[in-house]
């Protein structure tokens, strides 16, 4: 039987025949929040998409299971004996003597004031005139607000923080289709078709990768990527013994027919490895060349993938630096998105969108949005997989750095939300698309054209 194909995520979803499994929008998001049991807290809390998603999700099927991708280094992590002993800390009256916990009175931090800008008025010189200042204390969570922070912590991320990135996944911008009938549904970022997907925070992208690598590789092996590719996933893979092998490109990126032909030619003895079964891919504005995978490409790249039975590794850090289409020099700019709709709507959707299988793990981060130096990304997998990484967390970075955490959730739960997050975003979007027209305009004045060539970039910020 044949699997199913990636998915058009325009989907058509029918609302009449369960009213309990509406998804999740913007602004029913605090509505959803206020029927939701309330958040507990403490040392290395639990914490778990399952949490947090809602019950459209369970109509879907089940993602593919991975067992014989799995390195033999991945299937033989247990789970920490630190980390689960930590939940016997819960129990009342009991006193710990153990668990390496300091006592928060000898943390010389007492508190941390940061000046944020408000949406809609992002520049630094309105957030030095209108910013505001977000303030949390040592003690916030014992008085009831804010996230515990200063001790360690989960290895999926505070709780708080993982609610997020869910529920940034998981909503959806609806637009009317039939009266009280019917919606077409815009996913903010993916809307997995899947029901056993899940999030987990990391210490950066490059980090993840690093997991990654470490879950599914084996010395020996060769793994897929870009002709042209960054440069730091050839240096990560190369001491583990992994070698990689460049599929060709064109100014889309990766050619799926390329890769196919590869993996269809594959001469085990000649290689001396086994076919690849694993692609690593940067599809929006693809470092180093500025290739942007169009929505064909990326929906040709995971039906190859289908047919060959490979794992996708999605890393899009440039993701949401989708850019304004190139008009040229003396030709009027396109109007930036008017409305979060317009600006979803103007995205190429992910891979994860179309990933009806479960093989794509993708890789996110707030550097290139946000800042680089909090070090903190997520990735969306299915359960099987997240399991596996926490297991690798546990005894290698432990979670993100709880500083930046607290910071993050000081900006994108109490100052902005959902809502004032993309609005940021499209603020971005129009920044740096005044920047490329500027390189361009440059470009086109100064390069002589009989020995330079290039194309404008849909997206990135080099």
């Known amino acids: 039987m044949a699997p199913p194909t990636a998915i058009d995520v325009d989907g058509f979803i029918d609302t009449t025949s369960n009213i309990m499994s509406e998804p999740l929008t913007i602004s029913g998001v605090s509505a959803r929040r206020a029927k939701a049991p309330k958040i507990l807290g403490g040392i290395a809390t639990y914490a778990a998409s399952d949490m947090f998603k809602g019950p459209v999700v369970h109509g879907k099927p089940k993602a593919k299971r991975w067992d014989y991708r799995l390195s033999a280094e991945s299937t033989s992590r247990k789970g920490s004996s630190i980390k689960t002993a930590i939940k016997h800390l819960k129990k009342p009256g009991l006193i710990s003597l153990g668990g390496g916990l300091p006592s928060s009175e000898y943390f010389p931090i007492e508190s941390i004031d940061i000046k944020v800008p408000i949406p809609g008025h992002f520049s630094e010189q309105e957030t030095k005139e209108s910013g505001v200042i977000l303030h949390t204390g040592k003690h916030d969570f014992a008085e009831g607000k804010g996230l515990y922070a200063l001790n360690y912590g989960h290895a999926a991320g505070s709780v708080q923080l993982v609610r997020f990135v869910t529920e940034h996944t998981e909503v959806l911008i609806p637009r009317p289709y039939h009266y009280q009938l019917s919606l077409t549904l815009h996913q903010i970022v993916h809307n997995p078709p899947y029901q056993d997907w899940g999030c987990t925070l990391t210490a950066g992208s490059t980090s993840a990768l690093d997991m990654a690598f470490r879950t599914f590789t084996t010395r020996g092996e060769y793994i897929m990527s870009e002709e042209y590719t960054f440069a730091t996933a050839v240096e990560t893979a190369g001491p583990m013994g992994v070698k990689v092998i460049g599929i060709k490109m064109d100014e ?116 290139k949005v946000l800042s680089p130096g909090s070090r903190v990304g997520w990735i969306t997998a299915s359960e099987q997989i997240i399991e596996r990484l926490l297991r690798h967390t546990e005894v290698s970075t432990q979670h993100p750095s709880g500083i930046s955490q607290i910071l993050l959730y000081k900006l994108l739960e109490e100052a902005w939300g959902h809502a004032g997050y993309l609005d940021w975003l499209i603020n971005l979007r129009v920044q740096y698309t005044k920047r490329r027209d500027n390189i361009c305009y440059a470009c086109e004045m100064y390069l002589p054209k009989e020995i330079a060539s290039w194309n404008p970039p849909a997206a990135g910020m080099f």
């Not at 490409?297 to 850090?317: G, S, T």
């Not at 930036?336 to 317009?342: G, M």
Request: proline share 10%; net charge negative.
């Open 252 to 367: 889309q990126g990766l050619l799926p027919s390329n890769m196919d032909d590869i993996l269809t030619n594959w001469d085990e003895h000649a290689r001396g490895a086994k076919k690849p079964w694993l692609l690593y891919t940067v599809p929006s504005g693809q470092n180093p060349t500025g290739a942007t995978q169009g929505r064909e490409r990326r929906k040709q790249i995971y039906q190859v993938a289908q047919k060959h039975d490979i794992y996708i590794l999605e890393d899009e850090p440039y993701f949401f630096l989708q850019m304004q289409p190139y008009t040229g020099p003396n030709a009027p700019d396109v109007p930036p998105p008017a409305s979060h709709e317009e600006f979803i709507k103007a995205l190429i959707p992910s891979l994860l969108s179309m990933d009806v299988d479960g093989r794509v793990m993708r890789m996110d981060s707030f550097s």
